[in-house]
């Protein structure tokens, strides 16, 4: 007597296969004997959580779904995997001025979630990338004229300076700069990157009396741009004042504490990009009409909110959890961790 039976061809690949079977007799035993491939199979088999959380598939012969249970893979980190959209909202606080700490502490509270503050600072360094790579090539329309500004912080013994440039039409911060110094060089990459995020020169650019915008806009935009210097939230000829830029810098230096505990450069200039694409994508702004200045720049925008950013396009909202997953060790104690997106169907886990 033959049947049809599927293999699931590589196993946990989600590809299955039907075959017509038989059962036969050798050396006492009885095994499956294929007789020829049919195709790939139509039908479904979905996987669902058994007892203890284990992940079970179906594995199906004659027709009848049956039962297999799997081990769980000794990379899983957290039995629990976090819903997508609670990875959205603690990257929202974290922006939003709440620490680490403050962010482990509620999550605890309304969510039952104990974990360390080392995960959530994986989602905070693997989402602000994924920010920063998705909003790369967005063109803002700005004005003809815009304002810069500087400010800075203590990083152990030596000062850290943020360099930010903004269209006061639209309040989008086109570019923002982080160094040890505050020279010609460091304000030209600034005006630089500005530059390139607009794609064209603008008419007028108003800083304070800091010498060092005077070489650093004359040899990025030569005798294309007019340089306006004036003091802080003083008029200038355009009408314009650096008021809204030094707002911006009241509002990044309330992270100045949070930013302290980072003693490496490269972790701050992360940090700084990933308030950039907050503030420009994601908070609201009184001067632009309540809405983000990015919306006011632009119809089209790539993300309204961090679950754009956490969710996959296209999933339907609470679908999906994220799993955090062991990829290499860099030193003792800190794990590097990959993120990984799991379909959720009722109480059945498949990852995709």
């Known amino acids: 007597m033959t049947f049809i039976r599927a293999k699931e061809i590589p196993p946990g690949s989600g590809n299955w296969y039907d075959y017509e079977v038989k059962c036969v007799w050798e050396n006492g035993k009885p095994r499956q004997k294929v007789l020829r491939y049919i195709g790939k199979s139509s039908r479904t088999f979905a996987p669902r959580v058994g007892r203890g959380g284990v992940v079970a598939k179906s594995v199906p012969s ?10 769980p893979k000794p990379e899983t980190i957290h039995k629990m995997k976090t819903p997508a959209k609670q990875i959205a909202s603690a990257m929202g606080m974290y922006y939003g001025g709440m620490s680490l700490d403050a962010i482990q502490q509620q999550f605890k509270q309304d969510h039952d979630l104990d974990m360390s503050e080392s995960n959530y600072w994986n989602w905070v360094t693997r989402f602000t990338k994924e920010a920063i790579k998705k909003t790369k090539d967005f063109k803002p329309e700005v004005g003809d004229t815009w304002v810069a500004d500087e400010t800075y912080m203590k990083l152990k013994k030596r000062n850290v300076y943020f360099w930010d440039i903004i269209d006061p039409k639209t309040n989008y911060i086109l570019a923002t700069h982080v160094s040890f110094n505050r020279g010609a060089g460091d304000a030209r990459i600034l005006m630089r990157l500005a530059r390139i995020r607009a794609g064209k020169y603008p008419k007028e650019v108003i800083t304070d009396k800091l ?41 990044l230096e309330q992270r100045a504490e949070v930013f302290q505990k980072y003693k490496d450069i490269a972790s701050i200039r ?50 999906y959890q994220v799993k955090l997953s062991r990829r290499k060790t860099v030193k003792k104690g800190s794990p590097v961790m990959d993120a990984t997106l799991t379909p959720i169907v009722g109480d059945s886990r498949a990852e995709v």
Not at 62 to 71: F, V
Not at 214 to 235: A, C, L, M, N
Request: charged share 20%; hydrophobic share 30%.
């Open 62 to 71: 004659a027709g009848i779904a049956t039962m297999k249970t799997e081990t």
């Open 211 to 251: 010498q060092s915008y005077i070489s650093g806009i004359g040899d990025e935009y030569g005798g294309r741009t007019k340089h306006v210097q004036g003091g802080p939230f003083k008029t200038v000829s355009s009408g314009e004042s650096t008021a809204e830029i030094e707002r911006f810098h009241r509002t």
């Open 270 to 319: 992360l940090l700084t990009d990933g308030w950039l694409v907050n503030y420009n994508f994601f908070k609201q702004n009184e001067g632009c009409g309540n809405i983000p200045p990015a919306q006011a720049a632009s119809k089209v925008v790539p993300c309204k909110d961090w679950n754009d950013i956490v969710i996959p396009e296209g999933a339907p909202d609470n679908d």
